[in-house]
């Protein structure tokens, strides 16, 4: 089992970067697939990125590819995502999640743990 804590959400003007992390308590997080989600008001929760447990090349939706990167930091247990070149459609609650299992790498469902989100606005 594992805690999840999302940090550094705040607000960027449009083409401006941002930088998330999620800190894992009560277990390590490089034993979890890790992934970001974003849910914009009024709109459904989306898959964002992941990352496996292997830290092979990470799986992004078409949307934030080229722009947000994902990566480990192993010594603070954290997955960090690194957002550049936001455009105001990035505007949401950034939540991360971890599972264990193998399941469908976008899917909410195939995700067992969760933070409580941080709030990203992207505006001039």
């Known amino acids: 089992q594992v805690h999840l804590v999302e940090s550094g959400g705040g607000l960027v003007q449009p083409g401006g970067s941002l930088r998330l992390s999620c800190a894992g308590s009560?277990?390590?997080?490089?034993?979890?697939?890790v992934a970001w989600f974003r849910q914009a008001p009024d709109q459904e929760r989306e898959f964002v990125i992941a990352?496996?447990?292997?830290?092979?090349?990470?799986y992004s939706s078409n949307s934030v590819k080229g722009r947000f990167l994902i990566s480990r930091d192993y010594a603070k247990n954290t997955v960090e995502l690194q957002m550049n070149s936001m455009k105001p459609e990035d505007t949401a609650l950034y939540y991360c999640?971890?599972?264990?299992?193998?399941?469908?790498?976008?899917?909410?469902?195939?995700?067992?743990?969760w933070g409580e989100g941080t709030q990203v606005t992207v505006s001039s």
């Open positions: 990352i496996n447990r292997g830290g092979d090349i990470p």
């Open positions: 009560e277990g390590a997080l490089i034993d979890y697939r």
């Open positions: 999640a971890a599972t264990s299992r193998l399941a469908t790498i976008t899917r909410e469902d195939s995700y067992d743990f």
